[in-house]
T-cell receptor, first 117, second 117 residues
Framework: AQKITQTQPGMFVQEKEAVTLDCTYD???????LFWYKQPSSGEMIFLIY??????QNATEGRYSLNFQKARKSANLVISASQLGDSAMYFC??????????????FGQGTTLQVKP | GAVVSQHPSRVICKSGTSVKIECRSL??????MFWYRQFPKQSLMLMAT?????????EQGVEKDKFLINHASLTLSTLTVTSAHPEDSSFYIC?????????????FGPGTRLLVL
């Protein structure tokens, strides 16, 4: 069965510094996709970045990058140059199979990030 | 980007009443929609997968007679919480996958906060 683990319930980072949010996963599938979402206090889920299991390069989207270590089954999110608006809850998620967008997402426990001015 | 709406955004009801929550994809057709439930400071838990024109697939432990899901069209799925009780108070979020969309596309609605008195 799929499992996503985020071991950091809460993190602090100084504004303008980089921060890494940890995510490990477990699956017996060879094909899967990994996602990161941001959830501010309003509750909306904001898609940040996606990594397919066969992607050889780490995904990047602006200030977000995904450090994909397939052998270690980790998919850490790196946020560079943190901003006050980055304060939110962050979720790592996985979907088995990567050829379709109709599979269900399984979420980790989440990490609350607070950016200090 | 693609937009998913939910209505209502917030609802307060008396114990024993039924509440219907709508999830609409506004600018795309969604063959598959998902319903999640989230308690404060916790992760999103998948309740069910809703496919247009067929019965929903419920996750283990979710009462299908309690949480009625209807995916009547390619742009609308509804979740009805029947005979709601205070323990059903939660944040309910839907997501929708565009038909034949890229693998990373699964768009979330803004969520519905349900409070049962």
């Amino acid at each position: 069965a799929q499992k996503i683990t985020q071991t950091q319930p809460g993190m602090f980072v100084q504004e303008k510094e980089a921060v890494t949010l940890d995510c490990t996963y477990d699956t017996s599938d060879q094909s899967y996709g990994l996602f990161w979402y941001k959830q501010p206090s309003s509750g909306e889920m904001i898609f940040l970045i996606y990594q397919g299991s066969y992607d050889e390069q780490n995904a990047t989207e602006g200030r977000y990058s995904l450090n994909f270590q397939k052998a270690r089954k980790s998919a850490n999110l790196v946020i560079s140059a943190s901003q006050l608006g980055d304060s939110a809850m962050y979720f790592c998620a996985m979907r088995e199979g990567f050829s379709s967008n109709t599979g269900k997402l399984i979420f980790g426990q989440g990490t609350t990030l607070q950016v200090k001015p | 980007g693609a937009v998913v709406s939910q209505h209502p955004s917030r609802v307060i009801c008396k114990s024993g009443t039924s509440v219907k929550i709508e999830c609409r994809s506004l600018d795309f057709q969604a063959t598959t929609m998902f319903w999640y439930r989230q308690f404060p400071k916790q992760s999103l838990m998948l309740m069910a997968t809703s496919n247009e024109g067929s019965k929903a697939t419920y996750e283990q432990g979710v009462e299908k007679d309690k949480f009625l899901i209807n995916h009547a069209s390619l742009t609308l799925s509804t979740l009805t919480v029947t005979s709601a009780h205070p323990e059903d108070s939660s944040f309910y979020i839907c997501s929708a996958s565009p038909r034949r969309g890229p693998v990373e596309t699964q768009y979330f609605g803004p969520g519905t906060r349900l409070l049962v008195l």
